[in-house]
């Protein structure tokens, strides 16, 4: 089992950055892939960005590309989104998730708010 803590959220103006963590506090992140997702007040849930922790591979929404990077750090059991450009629309509560292998994202944080202002 994984537990999941994000960290990092907070007020911004637009054009401005912040740098969100999810760290794993029991377990490693090996064999898992990890994931961001946002959900806006009144919106569904929305994929950000993914990276598979074991390997290289990484992958975002449209919407992010260019301005979100999502990067890890082994040693540390922590994945993190920068955050640059960042605009009004991206205001949300923004979650990591964890998703064994052959397996959906069985293992969620409690999630960190994003707040964008004009």
């Known amino acids: 089992q994984v537990q999941l803590v994000e960290s990092g959220g907070g007020l911004v103006q637009a054009g401005g950055s912040l740098r969100l963590s999810c760290e794993a506090s029991t377990r490693t992140f090996s064999n898992y892939r990890i994931g961001w997702f946002r959900q806006a007040p009144g919106k569904e849930r929305e994929f950000v960005a993914s990276?598979?922790?074991?390997?290289?591979?990484?992958y975002y929404t449209d919407s992010v590309k260019g301005r979100f990077t999502i990067s890890r750090d082994n040693a540390k059991n922590t994945v993190w989104l920068q955050m640059n450009s960042l605009k009004p629309e991206d205001t949300a509560v923004y979650y990591c998730?964890?998703?064994?292998?052959?397996?959906?994202?069985?293992?969620w944080g409690q999630g960190t708010q994003v707040t964008v202002s004009s």
């Open positions: 998730a964890a998703s064994p292998p052959s397996s959906t994202y069985d293992y």
């Open positions: 990276i598979r922790w074991s390997g290289v591979s990484t």
